[in-house]
């Protein structure tokens, strides 16, 4: 009955054992199975990233963000600064809306065509509207926001502590104010968030724009891109 008992122990125990090692190997590992595996089996080592993602389900972001315009009129470079707010509707979607205002200054090119238009103004004078180039410049842009975050995952900094981030795809539709009138716009992109802790956020974002700027005497299909950063807090 001794020898009996004692396979029975030792059978129950590597099962345990094989149990609490898979549960560690897989994501999202705590402490406490860490202890339980260390107490089976001293001599292997595991370590284990900690603290799971913060619960997203139905909470609320918000997310100021600087963004650098590359593209569009080719006589006029845009910086913006808005406002994102996010509702998670679980850890996979959320919904939005975006609001930026936009902070405009000519390209090199631009200063060089307005000062010759300056000088040719000074000795032939016309029309105003076709001496000096045309620069058309966004002013504020309003948009409602879709984003899919597909994959997850932590990152460990050992003593310093754990990061979460996920990678995400975001499309959004809305009304662009241009120098020329109100537009419609579309974008898509993609981006990389950091989660801090339970509360702090941080993207990384790359969007695709599309809208159309009236000229004086034709319409261009702008195609730009732009590169942000967010820093948010959940609510």
Same mark, same amino acid.
């Given at each position: #009955?001794?020898? *009996?008992? *004692?396979?029975? @122990? *030792?059978?129950?125990?590597?099962?345990?054992?094989?149990?609490?090692?898979?549960?560690? +190997?897989? =994501?999202?590992?705590?402490?406490?199975?860490?202890?339980?595996?260390?107490? !089976?089996?001293?001599?292997?080592?595991?370590?284990?990233?900690?603290?799971?993602?913060?619960?997203?389900?139905?909470?609320?972001?918000?997310?100021?963000?600087?963004?650098?315009? =590359?593209?569009?009129?080719?006589?006029?470079?845009?910086?913006?600064?808005? #406002? &994102?707010?996010?509702?998670?509707?679980?850890? %996979?979607?959320?919904?939005?809306?975006?609001?930026?205002?936009?902070?405009?200054?000519?390209?090199?090119?631009?200063? $060089? /065509?307005?000062?010759?238009?300056?000088?040719?103004?000074?000795?032939?004078?016309? +029309?105003?509207?076709?001496? =000096?180039?045309?620069?058309?410049?966004?002013?504020?842009?309003? #948009?409602? !926001?879709? &984003?899919?975050?597909?994959?997850?995952?932590?990152?460990? =900094?050992?003593?310093?502590?754990? %990061?979460?981030? +996920?990678?995400? !795809?975001? @499309?959004?539709?809305?009304?662009?104010?241009?120098?020329?009138?109100?537009?419609?716009?579309? /974008? #898509?992109?993609?981006?990389?968030?950091?989660?801090?802790?339970?509360?702090?956020?941080?993207? !990384?974002?790359?969007?695709?724009?599309?809208?159309? %700027?009236?000229?004086? +005497?034709?319409?261009?299909? /702008?195609?730009?891109?732009? $590169?942000?950063?967010? /820093?948010?807090?959940? *609510?």
């Amino acid at each position: #009955m001794k020898s *009996l008992s *004692l396979i029975v @122990a *030792l059978f129950l125990s590597s099962v345990s054992y094989a149990q609490v090692e898979q549960e560690i +190997d897989s =994501f999202g590992g705590n402490e406490a199975l860490y202890i339980k595996a260390k107490a !089976l089996n001293p001599e292997v080592e595991n370590e284990v990233i900690q603290n799971r993602f913060t619960n997203r389900t139905n909470r609320f972001e918000v997310a100021p963000e600087f963004s650098g315009v =590359f593209g569009g009129d080719a006589y006029n470079h845009t910086n913006n600064v808005g #406002m &994102n707010v996010h509702y998670h509707i679980n850890p %996979a979607w959320s919904v939005g809306l975006k609001y930026s205002y936009s902070f405009n200054t000519l390209t090199p090119e631009g200063k $060089a /065509m307005v000062a010759k238009a300056s000088e040719e103004a000074a000795t032939n004078p016309k +029309d105003p509207k076709y001496l =000096f180039p045309q620069v058309v410049y966004p002013k504020t842009e309003t #948009m409602g !926001l879709v &984003n899919w975050y597909p994959i997850v995952g932590k990152l460990s =900094f050992g003593k310093w502590g754990v %990061a979460h981030f +996920d990678t995400y !795809l975001t @499309a959004g539709y809305g009304s662009m104010e241009l120098s020329s009138g109100s537009t419609p716009a579309a /974008m #898509m992109g993609l981006g990389f968030g950091f989660w801090v802790n339970s509360n702090l956020t941080t993207r !990384l974002e790359y969007r695709a724009q599309q809208y159309k %700027a009236e000229y004086y +005497d034709k319409t261009e299909n /702008m195609l730009t891109n732009t $590169a942000s950063v967010q /820093m948010g807090w959940m *609510l």
